[in-house]
């Protein structure tokens, strides 16, 4: 009896799990019947689970279809976890120089799914400045930080991380909502060797970010983001070389660049992780 009681609780975990892994990256939320045709389990344990989920904070019901997304308990989890790999505490010195250069908003992000996880934001000491936290994460396809990672993704594995349905969201006039529009940005980022989000994401605020190699492998990336005023094209000379700068000392510290590989693996979809 005592055997059956742990294979039942087991498999309820296991289940748990399974669902927060499909709530991953889903934009506008994730309906028990989406659930049900993703996770093959009956709607009835759906139901049941889902309750203990959101109880917990874990998960989040957004409206009446229903739908859920992951709730902040994750968020709080995912904030431990980067504290305890090391990289807020070992990138703060580092992005908080290159604040105080730029005068800019710094982060440190790896994809996750569709989205970008913020592993470290530094903000400027100013009155006005653009707000962000750690732990937070934006969508992939119209940011800064995504769209320097997404030029760096395996083709085979690019739609993985972009919105399931043309056209994407357009966030703003500038969006690129087309896969073939993102794709031709995608390239010239590639090419130049940086990304820049000209308002693509939020009315008034644009980025510009370069990519953090280990090994030949892009494993994160590293931005600005402030005022559009602030990051206009005249400017970004000036900003690419501190950030190139502030890449450069993060790709030489042995621990921090570690750190943001393991992150990154730890996201990643297990067939596409190599082996160590």
């Not at 009835?44 to 874990?58: A, D, I, N, P």
């Not at 953090?212 to 005023?229: D, Q």
Request: aromatic share 4%; proline share 5%; charged share 25%.
């Amino acid at each position: 009896m005592e055997q059956r009681a742990t294979n039942y609780h087991a498999r309820a975990l296991s289940r748990g799990l399974e669902i927060l892994r499909t709530l991953r990256g889903s934009d506008d939320g994730v309906t028990l019947a989406e659930l049900h045709e993703r996770t093959g389990h009956p709607k009835s344990t759906l139901v049941r689970l889902l309750g203990v989920l959101e109880e917990e904070g874990f998960v989040l019901r957004i409206d009446e279809r229903p739908s859920w997304t992951l709730g902040f308990a994750v968020i709080d989890l995912a904030s431990d976890r980067l504290e305890a790999v090391g990289v807020p505490a070992l990138a703060r010195p580092l992005l908080s120089a290159l604040a105080d250069e730029t005068g800019a908003t710094c982060n440190l992000g790896v994809l996750d799914g569709r989205q970008v996880l913020h592993v470290y934001v530094e903000e400027p000491d100013r009155p006005l400045r653009f707000r962000s936290s750690t732990g937070s994460r934006d969508d992939a396809y119209c940011t800064g930080l995504g769209k320097l990672l997404l030029a760096h993704c395996d083709e085979a594995r690019l739609s993985d991380h972009l919105p399931a349905g043309e056209p994407y969201p357009r966030r703003t006039e500038h969006t690129r909502v087309t896969r073939a529009r993102l794709v031709a940005d995608l390239e010239e980022t590639r090419e130049r060797g940086y990304s820049f989000d000209d308002e693509e994401g939020a009315v008034g605020v644009r980025c510009l970010a370069v990519p953090l190699t280990s090994g030949g492998e892009c494993v994160a990336a590293l931005s600005t983001a402030g005022a559009a005023s602030e990051l206009a094209p005249s400017e970004h000379d000036r900003i690419l070389a501190h950030l190139r700068a502030t890449a450069a000392r993060i790709e030489a510290h042995p621990a921090l660049i570690n750190a943001l590989r393991i992150t990154a693996r730890s996201l990643a979809p297990t067939d596409s992780v190599p082996a160590a």
